[in-house]
């Protein structure tokens, strides 16, 4: 079975820090994603990386940066933590597309992030 | 740009009744459209997809979903929920020319009561 994991399942943070959030994949994918979950909006991609040190901005980048320096591992980088970023962060990888199980995503569990 | 809608944010439901959960895209080309499911305190499952072929999809533990092309549609449909079916349902779309990119729509809370 796949499996996605993320560092932390809650973290609380205080305005201005610096946080970082983990996600490990063993599946060998190359594609991961960082999206964050807001009640009534569903799901928005932050940002998305296709293979080590490539990444491209999803919808909602602002405030957000992230790290891909081995393929299983994919961070999300808050560079200055707001309030507005209190929120649930769902990680996901998946396999090029083409291949067997095209398109489908596996989510780690998310971490919940409180910003205070 | 793609959009995804779900009309409902939430549906209570009575336990063994039939249920559907409505997912409206916009898209003038062809798609392909998946419905995820999270349960309380997880990550989200895929349920079922629909890339080609059969219009009507099923999954494992009784769901099945319409592709509709002409209604822009992709509803979730079940006969007779169970309690264990509580969760929240996302419909997806995946985005024409941008890998495997995923747009997701708001979400359906489905609460199943005794």
């Known amino acids: 079975d796949v499996k996605v994991t993320q560092s932390s399942r809650y973290l609380v943070k205080r305005t201005g820090e610096k946080v970082f959030l983990e996600c490990v994949q063993d599946m060998d994918h190359e594609n991961m994603f960082w999206y964050r979950q807001d009640p009534g909006l569903g799901l928005r991609l932050i940002y998305f990386s296709y293979d080590v040190k490539m990444k491209e901005k999803g919808d909602i980048p602002e405030g957000y940066s992230v790290s891909r320096e081995k393929k299983e591992r994919f961070s999300l980088i808050l560079e200055s933590a707001s309030t507005n970023q209190t929120s649930m962060y769902l990680c996901?990888?998946?396999?090029?597309?083409?291949?067997?199980?095209?398109?489908?995503?596996?989510f780690g569990p998310g971490t919940r992030l409180t910003v205070t | 740009a793609q959009s995804v809608t779900q009309l409902d944010s939430q549906v209570p439901v009575f336990e063994e009744a039939p249920v559907e959960l409505r997912c409206n895209y916009s898209?003038?080309?062809?798609?392909?459209l998946f419905w995820y499911v999270q349960y309380p305190n997880q990550g989200l499952q895929l349920l079922l997809k629909?890339?080609?072929?059969?219009?009507l999809v099923e999954s494992i533990n009784g769901f099945e979903a319409e592709f509709n092309k002409s209604q822009t549609s992709f509803h979730l449909r079940k006969p007779s929920v169970h309690i264990s079916d509580t969760a929240e349902y996302f419909c997806a779309v995946r985005r024409r020319n941008a890998g495997n990119m995923l747009t997701f729509g708001g979400g359906t809370r489905l609460m199943v009561k005794p």
């Open positions: 996901a990888s998946s396999l090029i597309s083409g291949q067997i199980s095209p398109y489908e995503q596996y």
């Open positions: 898209s003038s080309v062809s798609v392909y």
């Open positions: 629909y890339l080609s072929g059969s219009t």
